[in-house]
Nanobody
């Protein structure tokens, strides 16, 4: 079972940018569909963005479209989430997720492995 470790979260002001990273020790990272989810207190965990195994296909939720870019570096076994123009409503714990499938996966139930999460707090 691969371990996923997120980093890059923090406290920022509205309008700032953050880049989250998710690394793994798995030797077959390039075979995994990946996603970023977020969960604010008292709410369900929701998909932010997803990417297929090659990085050729991506998906973004309407709430972040145009402000966020998901990418991956298979050689570095790392998934990224570049977030720009951050808003207070982006405040949440951000999780990366992986599954040994090649396509885009849209729901949390499709992902087999999860990181521990990284806190993103955006002040107004």
């Amino acid at each position: 079972q691969p371990q996923l470790v997120e980093s890059g979260g923090g406290l920022v002001q509205a309008g700032d940018s953050l880049k989250l990273s998710c690394t793994t020790s798995s030797r077959t990272f390039e075979d995994y569909a990946m996603g970023w989810f977020r969960q604010a207190p008292g709410t369900e965990r929701l998909l932010v963005a997803a990417i297929d195994y090659s990085g050729g296909s991506t998906f973004y939720s309407d709430s972040v479209k145009g402000r966020v870019t998901i990418s991956r570096d298979n050689a570095k076994k790392t998934l990224y989430l570049q977030m720009n123009s951050l808003k207070p409503e982006d405040t949440a714990v951000y999780y990366c997720a992986a599954d040994p499938q090649v396509g885009l996966l849209m729901t949390e139930y499709e992902y087999k492995w999860w990181g521990q999460g990284t806190q993103v707090t955006v002040s107004s």
